[in-house]
């Protein structure tokens, strides 16, 4: 008989939970893998290193248009299949990158990539299903979710450190290299179909084709024009423009959806009280956990003759991010206990804290690596837990039939949050204080604020937390035990004297 991760009463199996962790550890890789070899790639395609952001600004944009539409799709026909189909294209991207060998193909295939963005919220809905029907469906979807973090992080660490070794390995060929991850993502491919059970769908539903219309639309629009943003800079009026547009567009979505019987997104579901803090901080947690991460690479490699920064070499880097990732492991891996320990929903304040903490810590103390380490290991801390607690309390908060959009949604708006921070910061970095003495490096002030603002949004997420319901995110066959207890006779609880 399969073990499960809750007794023999439990749906969850450890095997499933198997198979979706070999899942993660690939997207994990995906993930890393190709982050030592942008150099050369930029000289095999031959661009400037700064063109490169072309990919990561086209694959941010596909993940925040496709990911409610797949998580959607997920709902109404089952969470497995589209996990298939996303795998599918993320695997046939994946090849195409093998084959690609001038800019605009390789942009099309690293943007068509981006589709593995859906795995972890499909996961935590498939999970969450599987889980229902016990009465323990949000403590298993927690525990679970943390392990699957654990793999995306261990698999990102893999990519990391295997990227380049590789590479080196086959004497600088580029296709040879890139074939590892897409043969990775074929074998997932394999492992899902063969090994994970399919959800059950709500039947009756059907797609808004019109509302998804429209949030493509200005999802589209407002992305594209950070990505401008951060390419052309502020001086460029007409990029706010595009920006305005994208979020005006939010208006005739909005309209639609609420008259929509089976909308594209339940805005009615979003003001539940016990939602709509975790989609806020989902956006306010991207601007950290994805904006930050150049300007923390950028910060560490400054010269010290610049009068700040850390002078350290890629190795040295790569060092302290891998800290950073070992961090967010441990915490990915200990959410659970803490949520069971105190509560969901205090465990998520400490998460949040722990991210605000750790770049508030910046602002004193950046002057060397074992403090700008400290640093990320306790940021690192909040992230994991977050990463993992986030789309599955948004899932535990949930109507029946909404579990993958809800889920989903957390990625989105992290999507949207990193994509305005990553704009914003590119700016600040150059234009606040005073210019460095070492011309190609940012302002002193720059990073100061960086770290300032993301300590700040995570500190507002905290606060944001303390107005969930007391008792959201738990099982519920908890909550009926504590109504009952509270009920019995002698506890003073049903007002008889």
Not at 120 to 147: C, H, K, M, N, Y
Request: charged content about 10%.
């Amino acid at each position: 008989m399969a073990t499960t991760l809750a007794g023999k009463s439990g749906a969850i199996t450890a095997g499933l939970v198997g198979y979706l962790f070999f899942v993660e550890f690939v997207s994990g890789i995906i993930q890393g893998y190709y982050i030592p070899l942008i150099p050369d790639l930029a000289r095999y395609l031959d661009i400037n290193d700064p063109e490169f952001n072309w990919f990561e600004a086209a694959q941010l944009l596909l993940s925040a248009l496709v990911v409610p539409i797949l998580a959607k799709l997920g709902d109404m026909i089952g969470h497995k299949k589209v996990l298939l189909i996303s795998t599918v294209l993320t695997a046939g991207a994946s090849w195409w990158l093998v084959v690609a060998a001038d800019f605009w193909s390789f942009l099309f295939a690293w943007a068509l990539q981006g589709f593995y963005v859906v795995w972890l919220p499909l996961e935590v809905a498939l999970i969450f299903d599987r889980g229902r029907a016990t009465g323990r469906g949000p403590s298993q979807t927690r525990r679970a979710a943390g392990l699957l973090v654990v793999a995306l992080q261990a698999g990102a660490i893999a990519g990391a450190l295997g990227g380049g070794r590789i590479f080196d390995a086959f004497d600088g060929n580029v296709p040879l290299t890139l074939a590892v991850p897409a043969i990775a993502v074929t074998i997932a491919f394999f492992v899902i179909l063969f090994g994970v059970p399919e959800s059950t769908p709500v039947a009756g539903r059907r797609l808004d084709t019109v509302g998804f219309v429209l949030l493509t639309l200005s999802l589209m629009t407002i992305t594209s024009g950070l990505a401008f943003l951060r390419i052309n800079g502020p001086e460029a009026v007409w990029v706010y423009l595009v920006i305005a547009i994208g979020v005006a567009l939010l208006y005739p979505f909005g309209r639609w959806v609420l008259g929509h019987p089976d909308p594209a997104i339940d805005l009615r579901m979003l003001r539940r009280p016990e939602m709509w803090p975790v989609q806020l901080v989902a956006g306010l947690f991207g601007i950290s956990v994805l904006g930050a991460q150049a300007p923390l690479a950028t910060f560490a490699g400054t010269p010290v003759e610049a009068g700040y920064g850390l002078g350290l070499g890629a190795s040295d880097i790569s060092t302290i991010i891998g800290v950073y990732l070992i961090g967010m492991i441990a915490g990915a891996a200990l959410f659970s206990a803490t949520a069971r320990r105190l509560s969901p929903r205090v465990a998520l304040i400490i998460a949040t804290s722990l991210v605000a903490t750790g770049y508030l810590l910046f602002l004193p103390l950046h002057y060397t690596p074992v403090q700008v380490a400290t640093n990320m290991v306790i940021a690192g801390l909040g992230s994991g837990a977050l990463v993992a607690a986030l789309p599955a309390a948004a899932a535990a908060a949930a109507p029946l039939g909404q579990t993958g959009i809800a889920a989903g949604l957390t990625n989105t708006t992290k999507t949207i949050g990193g994509s305005f921070a990553s704009a914003i910061f590119a700016i600040v970095v150059v234009y606040v204080g005073t210019q460095s003495v070492v011309a190609t490096a940012g302002t002193y002030g720059g990073y100061l604020t960086v770290f300032a603002i993301c300590g700040g949004t995570a500190l507002i997420g905290a606060v944001l937390l303390v107005f969930v319901p007391k008792l959201a995110f738990r099982d519920p066959i908890v909550d009926e035990a504590a109504e009952a207890a509270a009920h019995a006779p002698g506890t003073g609880a049903t007002g008889e004297g």
